[in-house]
Nanobody, 123 residues
């Protein structure tokens, strides 16, 4: 398995931006598609975005499309989530995950998870 550590969460006002990072170690990073999920209090974990191993393909949940951008740097073993125009509904713990699947999207497709980083958006 690959080990994942998220960073970059915090408190931001509505309309603001944050960039999350997820550093991977333990296995060849470019072997994995990567994804971001989030879980708000009292809600189930939900898919946010994913990127293929090469970085050529990305896909997003409808709720974040046009505001969030996922990217990766295979030389740095890191995946990023740039979050713009944040709103209070984006408040959640954000998790990074790694998958051996080509186009993973559900939680079951991802075999390695980070511990999460809290994002809080104030109104």
């Amino acid at each position: 398995q690959v080990q994942l550590v998220e960073s970059g969460g915090g408190l931001v006002q509505a309309g603001g931006s944050l960039r999350l990072s997820c550093a991977a170690s333990g296995r060849t990073f470019s072997d994995y598609a990567m994804g971001w999920f989030r879980q708000a209090p009292g809600k189930e974990r939900e898919f946010v975005a994913a990127i293929t191993w090469s970085g050529y393909s990305t896909y997003y949940a409808d709720s974040v499309k046009g505001r969030f951008t996922i990217s990766r740097d295979n030389a740095k073993n890191t995946v990023y989530l740039q979050m713009n125009n944040l709103n209070p509904e984006d408040t959640a713990v954000y998790y990074c995950a790694a998958s051996s699947s080509l186009f993973p999207k559900t939680s079951a497709d991802f075999g390695s998870w980070g511990q999460g980083t809290q994002v809080t958006v104030s109104s």
